[in-house]
Each structure stands twice: as C-alpha cells, then as structure tokens.
Antibody
Framework: QLQLQESGPGLVKPSETLSLTCTVSGGPITSSDFCWAWTRQPPGKGLEWIGSICHGGRTYYKPSLKSRVTISVDTSKNQFSLNLSSVTAADTAVYHC???????????WGQGTLVTVSS | QSALTQPRSVSGSPGQSVTISCTGTNTDVHYYHYVSWYQQHPGKAPKLLIYDVSKRPSGVPDRFSGSKSGNTASLTISGLQADDEADYYCCSHAVDYYVFGTGTKVTVL
C-alpha cells in the first residue's frame, strides 16, 4: 500500500526558505500514471493546492505562489521536495504531500507536517 | 483563482440525507469534468471520496454520491452516520492548476 511521509523543519524564520521532503513507499515515484503534489492548510482554515510535478518533470504551480515555489523529484531516493522562498507568517500551515491522478484528483495523502514561520 | 464557494455548515439526523454545494465559475467547475470531494476528520489527512464529478474510489460507500450542473457541483451523503461528521472539501481542476472549496462542516445531530 502506498505511503507518503513528509519531513523537514517545523520552524522557519521569516524571509527564509521552507524546505520539505516527501518520501514515497509502496510504489515507484517514476510511474507515468501519477503526479506528485503539495497542499497546505493554515490552522483552522481550508485546503490550498501549492503545486504538482508530473512525468517528465512537468511542473504546475498555483499562480499566486509561482514566483516562490519549486517542486522537484529525486528518483534515486523515491522522494519529492517542496521549496518555498521568502516565507512570512502567512505561510504557517500544515503541509501535505500527495499522489495525484494527473488533472483529476488527489488519491493518497501524507499525514501532514506543521510548519510555523516565526522569528 | 478564488476558492470555490461551499456552505459553511450543514447538519442532519442519522439516516437522513444532506447535500453540500460547491460553486465555481466557467473556468473551473463548469468547464472541467474533474471535480473531486474530500472528507477530513479533525487532526487527520483528507480522504478522497469522489473524483471526476461522480466516481467513487474503491472502498468508499455508495452512500456518497457526486453530481454537477453548470457552475455548481454537489456531494450528497445518504443514510447519514455518526462517523460522517467531518469537514468536506470540493476541488476542481482549472487551467494548469487546482482550486479547493472553502470547506463545509457536516454535523450529525
């Protein structure tokens, strides 16, 4: 059964870069059937899609975050990563990594990791 | 890229049916047949309930059903059960991105 697990710092200082990694187990990250995505959820608020990376390295980002976001894949480690630069308190949220059926839906979710932006 | 509009809350008694609406625009819900719905219990990761407007993943009870008309998608929960009390989010594909709904809290009375 596919499992996704987020890892990374729980505290990031304002103006710095938030970096998270998602380790995928139970299936290859190289499958052309799926994309890999990140969402976030500020405490007590709704879900927000951040971006996805698909077969061949194609990336799609939320337009309002595009200038600050990079998603990449490390096939040798079966991992994918999120970098979000120039963070502010508004970026404080639980970040989830997900498997996406391209263009359709998010079929598997990691448990999520809380990242707090504070000095 | 505004969030899709959902009612803040809906409620029903056990055994009843409730319907959650999800209103978007001509560039997301209306245009694409890629609306999905997610259930989220407190402190847990969301779970996919419906994809491609009305399809259910394996293991999701047929008490959950989805539909779409124009700019509005809907999730209906039939035979409401205590465990259905959770937050529900719709999500639609749009041009090169996804947009989630504002979320609806379902309360089982």
């Amino acid at each position: 059964q596919l499992q996704l697990q987020e890892s990374g710092p729980g505290l990031v200082k304002p103006s710095e870069t938030l970096s998270l990694t998602c380790t995928v187990s139970g299936g290859p990250i190289t499958s052309s059937d799926f994309c890999w995505a990140w969402t976030r959820q500020p405490p007590g608020k709704g879900l927000e899609w951040i971006g996805s990376i698909c077969h061949g390295g194609r990336t799609y980002y939320k337009p309002s975050l595009k200038s600050r976001v990079t998603i990449s894949v490390d096939t040798s480690k079966n991992q994918f990563s999120l970098n979000l630069s120039s963070v502010t308190a508004a970026d404080t949220a639980v970040y989830h990594c997900l498997r996406e059926t391209e263009g359709s839906s998010f079929t598997s979710w990691g448990q999520g990791t809380l990242v707090t932006v504070s000095s | 890229q505004s969030a899709l509009t959902q009612p803040r809350s809906v409620s029903g008694s056990p055994g009843q049916s409730v319907t959650i609406s999800c209103t978007g625009t001509n560039t997301d819900v209306h245009y694409y047949h890629y609306v999905s719905w997610y259930q989220q219990h407190p402190g847990k990761a969301p779970k996919l309930l419906i994809y491609d407007v009305s399809k259910r993943p394996s293991g999701v009870p047929d008490r959950f059903s989805g539909s779409k008309s124009g700019n509005t998608a809907s999730l209906t929960i039939s035979g409401l059960q205590a465990d259905d009390e959770a937050d529900y989010y719709c999500c639609s594909h749009a041009v090169d991105y996804y947009v989630f709904g504002t979320g609806t809290k379902v309360t089982v009375l």
